[in-house]
Nanobody, 127 residues
């Protein structure tokens, strides 16, 4: 079973940058499509970005295009693979808990497209 763990995040001023990362528990993780979602207080969880296992297909939420960048490092052998979300020009409305998600066969923008989820990590952007 795939287990995901997020790291990074924290508090930053508007206009600043942060990077969140997600590491998978198994080496088969490199064959999974991966995504980032976020959930702000009182709001539903929303799609932010997704990347296919090869890295050739990438999708973004319109409001983060040009500011956020998703990437992955498919490590070889038994090393664990990692995905990253580099967030630049952050805005207060980007404040949310960010969740990493994975699925072997799908790469969508809905929560139902992903079978595995991390616990989430807080990103706070102050104005």
């Amino acid at each position: 079973q795939v287990q995901l763990e997020e790291s990074g995040g924290g508090l930053v001023q508007a206009g600043g940058s942060l990077r969140v990362s997600c590491i998978g528990s198994q080496r088969t993780f490199r064959r999974y499509g991966m995504a980032w979602f976020r959930q702000a207080p009182g709001k539903e969880r929303e799609f932010v970005a997704a990347i296919s296992w090869s890295g050739r297909t990438i999708n973004y939420l319109d409001s983060v295009k040009g500011r956020f960048s998703i990437s992955r490092d498919n490590a070889r052998d038994n090393a664990k693979s990692t995905i990253h979300l580099q967030m630049n020009s952050l805005k207060p409305e980007d404040t949310a808990v960010y969740f990493c998600a994975a699925d072997y066969s799908r790469l969508g923008d809905g929560m139902e497209d992903y079978d595995y989820w991390g616990q989430g990590i807080q990103v706070t952007v102050s104005s």
